[in-house]
């Protein structure tokens, strides 16, 4: 059974202040996935990335693949409030094109 | 990608009563997924509904609670049968287009039970 630890669980900042959200594994994924979901709706999908060590940049979002393909990082640059919401990380390879979702991180930016 | 809705997008049920989700795709798609999630928690699957073949329910859930229809390659629903509180929950069903592991979202439906 694959599993992503995804870390910190809940995260409370202020506006302007950076911060970086994990998604670690003990397994090989063969693309990794970042969503953010707003209270009253959908995941909506922010980045997929599919090469180790693969880096990738939306506006102040950096998202990294691990180069063994077992983790990943996102990374926000000065966070605004609009940013608040929870960030899943899930693990593609599976089975019938099964995701193996983390368990997500709750991020409050404070104005 | 791919444009889902869901309706209802929210209800309020009594125990032991039924109800019916729908999950519309505005293109063709051969996979679909339906999950539940907890307010604030991550996803659970519950079943993958794949055109053409019976729906694959995940461990934990089985076809007489949550039976799924697929007719046709935009469309299904998920049936949450003899429902208690313990079925509150968001439902969302999900595509995956392209086959390629990623996965685009309806808006999900907030199922309350008293």
């Known amino acids: 059974t694959q599993l992503l630890e995804q870390s910190p669980q809940f995260l409370s900042i202020q506006e302007g202040e950076n911060l970086t959200v994990y998604c670690n594994s003990s397994?090989?994924?063969?693309?990794l996935q970042w969503y953010r979901q707003e209270p009253g709706e959908g995941p909506v999908l922010l980045v997929t990335?599919?090469?180790?060590?693969e880096v990738k940049k939306l506006k102040r979002l950096t998202f990294q693949f691990g180069d063994a393909r077992k983790d990943s990082s996102l990374h926000i640059t000065a966070a605004q409030p609009g940013d608040t919401g929870l960030y899943l990380c899930?693990?593609?390879?599976?089975?019938?094109?099964?995701?193996?979702f983390g368990k997500g991180t709750l991020l409050t930016v404070n104005p | 990608s791919a444009v889902i809705s869901q309706k209802p997008s929210r209800d309020i049920c009594q125990r032991g009563t039924s109800l019916t989700i729908q999950c519309q795709v505005d293109?063709?798609?051969?996979?679909m997924f339906w999950y539940r999630q907890q307010p604030g928690q991550s996803l659970t699957l519950i079943a993958t509904?794949?055109?053409?073949?019976?729906?694959?329910?995940e461990s934990g859930f089985v076809i007489d609670k949550f039976p799924i229809s697929r007719p046709n390659l935009t469309f299904s629903t998920l049936t949450v049968s003899n429902m208690s509180p313990e079925d509150s929950s968001i439902y969302l069903c999900?595509?995956?287009?392209?086959?390629?592991?990623?996965?685009?979202f309806g808006p999900g439906t907030r199922l309350t039970v008293l």
């Open positions: 999900s595509v995956d287009p392209g086959g390629a592991d990623t996965q685009y």
């Open positions: 899930a693990g593609g390879g599976g089975s019938n094109y099964k995701l193996t």
């Open positions: 397994s090989v994924f063969s693309s």
């Open positions: 990335v599919v090469t180790g060590g």
């Open positions: 293109s063709q798609v051969t996979m």
């Open positions: 509904a794949n055109q053409g073949s019976e729906a694959t329910y």
